[in-house]
C-alpha cells in the first residue's frame, strides 16, 4: 500500500471513529442519567422521618465530623477494591494499565446501581475489547473478582462474631482459613470461580491463573473490607455506640451485609437487603431505633461517596487518556506468560 492510499484510509476511518466516540459518550451519558434516576428512587423508598427525629438530639458539629470521615473511609475502600480488580486481571493474563483497569471499575460503579446484575458483566466486557482484552479473559476476571470479594467479604465478617457468639466464637478462627489457603496456593481461587461461572452459566476461567496476581488481589479486597467497614463504625459512635466494642462488630457487619447485597440479584446494589443485615448487626451496640437510622444515614454515605469517588476517578482516568493522546496507542501492556 502506497504512502498516499494509507492517508486516503485513515482519512476515510475517521468519520467512523468519531461516530463510535460519540456513541459510547452518548450511551454513557445516559447510563449515567439513568443511575442517578435508580439512586434518587431507592433512597426516596427509604423512612427518612426517623433519621430527622432521630438526629435532633445530636450534636450537629459532632455527627457532621464522623459523617465526612465515614465518606472518606468508605472512598479509601473504593480505592483498595479499584486494585485488588486491577490485580485480579493480572491474574488471568492480563497487566492493564492503570488507567484503564481504574474505568473500567469505576464505571461498573455507576452500572451496579440499575437493576440487571448482568449489565455490569456485559459493561466490562465491552470495555474490555476496547483496550484489546479478549472478552473470555475480561468475563473470568470479572468472576474471579466476585469469587474474591464474596471469600474475603466473608472471612473480614467474622469480626462481628464475639458479640454475637459470645464467648463460644473460638471456632471462627477455623473459618479464616479458606483464606489462608488461598493465599498459599492461590490457585485454589480457581476451582470456586469455576463452579461459580457454571451456577451463574458464565464462560469459565483459564485454568492457569497468576499466583502473585491473585495473593495481590485477596490482599487489596481484605484491606478495601476493613478500611470501608471502619465508615460504619464512625456512623455508629457518632449515634452513641461503645468505641472499642463496636469496631469489630460494624467492620464485620458490613463485610457480611455487603456480600448479602450481591447475592441478593433481584436488587441494585442490595438496596434493602444490606440495610437489614446492619440492622440486626447494630442493635447488638444500639437501640434498634437507632440502629435503624444508622443503616439509612450508612446507606446515604455509601451511595454518595462511591459515586462521588468512581466521578473523580473517570475525569481523572479521562485526563489521563487525553495527555496520552497518540503517543502511547496501546496502553495496554504486554501479557503476563502462561
Not at 117 to 146: D, E, F, T
Not at 257 to 275: C, S, T
Request: positive net charge; aromatic residues 6%.
Amino acid at each position: 500500500m502506497t504512502a498516499e492510499a494509507a492517508v486516503a484510509e485513515t482519512v476515510a476511518a475517521e468519520p467512523v471513529r468519531r461516530g463510535r466516540m460519540l456513541l459510547r459518550r452518548s450511551l454513557m451519558g445516559l447510563m449515567l442519567v439513568a443511575t442517578a434516576a435508580f439512586v434518587v428512587l431507592a433512597l426516596r423508598g427509604q423512612d427518612w422521618s426517623t433519621v430527622a427525629t432521630t438526629l435532633r438530639g445530636q450534636r450537629p458539629g459532632f455527627f457532621a465530623s464522623m459523617a465526612a470521615l465515614a465518606f472518606l473511609a468508605n472512598a479509601a475502600g473504593l480505592v483498595a477494591t479499584m486494585l485488588s480488580w486491577r490485580a485480579t486481571l493480572a491474574g488471568v493474563g492480563e497487566r492493564v494499565a492503570a488507567a484503564d483497569a481504574a474505568r473500567i471499575f469505576y464505571l461498573g460503579q455507576f452500572v451496579k446501581y440499575v437493576p440487571g446484575k448482568v449489565l455490569g458483566l456485559v459493561m466490562s466486557v465491552q470495555m474490555g475489547r476496547s483496550i484489546g482484552v479478549p472478552a473470555s479473559r475480561m468475563s473470568a476476571a470479572w468472576l474471579l473478582a466476585l469469587m474474591i470479594s464474596l471469600l474475603t467479604g466473608a472471612t473480614v465478617g467474622l469480626a462481628a462474631g464475639p458479640e454475637v457468639f459470645g464467648a463460644s466464637s473460638a471456632w471462627l478462627v477455623l473459618a479464616v482459613l479458606p483464606v489462608v489457603a488461598v493465599l498459599v496456593r492461590p490457585h485454589l481461587v480457581g476451582l470456586g470461580t469455576v463452579l461459580l461461572a457454571r451456577i451463574r452459566r458464565r464462560p469459565e476461567p483459564p485454568t492457569a491463573l497468576s499466583g502473585p496476581g491473585i495473593r495481590r488481589a485477596v490482599v487489596a479486597q481484605l484491606a478495601a473490607w476493613l478500611i470501608g467497614g471502619t465508615h460504619l463504625w464512625f456512623l455508629a459512635v457518632a449515634m452513641g455506640a461503645p468505641p472499642l466494642r463496636s469496631l469489630p462488630l460494624c467492620v464485620g457487619a458490613f463485610g457480611l451485609a455487603a456480600i448479602a447485597g450481591v447475592l441478593a440479584v433481584f436488587a441494585p446494589d442490595g438496596i434493602g437487603v444490606r440495610e437489614v443485615v446492619v440492622l440486626a448487626a447494630l442493635s447488638i451496640v444500639l437501640p434498634v431505633p437507632v440502629a435503624g437510622v444508622v443503616a439509612l444515614v450508612s446507606r446515604l454515605v455509601v451511595a454518595l461517596s462511591e459515586l462521588t469517588t468512581a466521578g473523580a476517578g473517570l475525569l481523572a482516568t479521562e485526563v489521563v487518556r487525553r495527555r496520552a493522546g497518540s503517543k502511547n496507542p496501546p496502553r495496554r501492556w504486554s501479557r503476563t506468560s502462561r
